[in-house]
């Protein structure tokens, strides 16, 4: 079955250090794959996404992504964070953009 | 960026009456429109794909009589709860795309039975 797992449920950091936010998943084949943040009041944004070549994915706000086929995991980096950063993290995937499978989400807690 | 409306941002109604949530497109129009629930501190599960001009397509166990979804125009779909009950408390997003590629979320609605 499809699945995407977000071990983390709840992570805190301080102000200025580095963050990886795990992301597995479960597919028939190779999904694309997305990062998505959600802010009280606001959308969901999305941070980036992968659907092939340079595994090394670039996004908003600084935040990186790597896709390890081997692992089957896209996981989410910032050499070092913000307190604006802090929200809530999805990771998500499908095999097109329409049927998105989304994980539960990981809160990032940011202490000065 | 795009940019997708949601109205309500809240609500807050009786049980057995029905609520109306509207999502908008503001500059670009949209074929298909997405409509997911969301409750707390849980991921965001599709409801149903709301497509211009026709039928709604359901998720698997969403009751398409109580979520009524219309797609009325390119730029607005409205997802009307039927009958609320408590249980239907929840975060409703829905998500918009100009293109294949691109899909970008509403802000959310809060609905709250009493």
């Known amino acids: 079955a499809q699945s995407v797992t977000q071990p983390d449920i709840h992570i805190t950091v301080s102000e200025g250090a580095s963050l990886e936010l795990r992301c597995n998943y479960s597919y028939g084949a190779t999904p694309y794959l997305f990062w998505y943040v959600q802010s009280p009041g606001q959308g969901l944004p999305l941070l980036l996404k992968?659907?092939?070549?340079?595994?090394l994915v670039q996004g908003i706000k600084g935040f990186e992504a790597e896709f390890k086929r081997s692992q089957s995991s896209f996981n989410l980096r910032k050499p070092s964070v913000h307190w604006s950063d802090a929200a809530e993290y999805f990771c998500?995937?499908?095999?097109?953009?329409?049927?998105?499978?989304f994980g539960t989400g990981t809160r990032l807690q940011v202490f000065p | 960026g795009a940019v997708v409306s949601q109205h309500p941002s809240w609500v807050i109604c009786k049980s057995g009456t029905s609520v109306k949530i509207e999502c908008r497109s503001l500059?670009?129009?949209?074929?298909?429109m997405f409509w997911y629930r969301q409750f707390p501190k849980q991921s965001l599960m599709l409801m149903a794909t709301s497509n211009e001009g026709s039928k709604a397509t359901y998720e698997q166990g969403v009751e398409k009589d109580k979520f009524l979804i219309n797609h009325a125009s390119l730029t607005l779909s409205t997802l009307t709860v039927t009958s609320a009950h408590p249980e239907d408390s929840s975060f409703y997003i829905c998500r918009s795309s100009p293109a294949s590629y691109e899909q970008y979320f509403g802000p959310g609605t809060r609905l709250t039975v009493t």
């Open positions: 998500a995937v499908g095999l097109n953009t329409d049927k998105l499978i």
């Open positions: 500059d670009f129009q949209a074929t298909t």
């Open positions: 992968y659907f092939s070549g340079d595994t």
